[in-house]
């Protein structure tokens, strides 16, 4: 059974479809469609990006806005230095940013929300207290801070006080990491740093 190559390219690439939706489109096997992507030099999707396609069927979840004005670039260039100097690299498969100032938390999720259109939703954040802080007035904080529900808050973590010192000063409201699992994002985000490192 033949099917035209620009068929099959919409159909694999524009729409996404796996070999097997094609192939039951058509009524016929798996390794039928196979045989016409390699005849069509089609190159095929690799495993983790076929299952980023099947949890993401609509499309990616986040979209690059250039920035448009001077405000949009500063945000822009704001972000990729935050994450470079404060972001966590060596998580493969989502972007996380951990800081004590709720002013950096909220401008960095400005960046990804305005720059990148990840939906508020999508946020995840963890808190990390000490023993000697009440950890319920700092969750409360960050809660009412960021404008978020409680149910995208990960379980608090408690460490033990560090004993005698200025560290209440600095991390009353204790640690917040913010984190958004997107391994596609990550490396899209990582990339441009990269290229900054070049210049």
């Given at each position: 059974m033949k099917i035209s190559r620009e068929k099959l390219l919409d159909f694999y690439n524009n729409k996404k479809y796996s070999a097997k939706t094609i192939a039951a489109i058509y009524k016929c096997s798996e390794s039928n469609i196979n045989y016409w992507l390699h005849k069509?030099?089609?190159?095929?999707?690799?495993?983790?990006?076929?299952?980023?396609?099947?949890?993401?069927?609509?499309?990616?979840?986040?979209?690059?806005?250039?920035?448009?004005?001077?405000?949009?670039?500063?945000?822009?260039?704001?972000?990729?230095?935050?994450?470079?100097?404060?972001?966590?690299?060596?998580?493969?498969?989502?972007?996380?940013?951990?800081?004590?100032?709720?002013?950096?938390i909220l401008k960095f999720m400005e960046f990804l929300e305005k720059i990148y259109g990840v939906k508020r939703k999508k946020f995840r954040f963890g808190l990390q207290v000490?023993?000697?802080?009440?950890?319920?007035?700092?969750?409360?904080?960050?809660?009412?801070?960021?404008?978020v529900p409680r149910g995208q808050f990960q379980k608090v973590i408690i460490t033990k006080e560090r004993g005698i010192g200025t560290y209440k000063n600095k991390t009353k409201h204790g640690v917040l990491t913010v984190q958004v699992y997107n391994k596609k994002l990550r490396d899209i985000i990582v990339n441009k740093i990269e290229n900054l490192r070049k210049l």
């Open positions: 069509y030099r089609i190159k095929k999707r690799s495993v983790s990006e076929a299952i980023y396609v099947k949890k993401n069927p609509t499309g990616d979840p986040f979209l690059f806005k250039k920035p448009k004005n001077l405000k949009e670039a500063t945000l822009f260039g704001l972000g990729l230095g935050l994450y470079w100097g404060e972001g966590n690299k060596k998580n493969k498969y989502g972007i996380r940013v951990g800081n004590v100032d709720p002013h950096l000490f023993s000697d802080m009440n950890s319920h007035k700092a969750l409360t904080f960050w809660h009412r801070y960021l404008k």
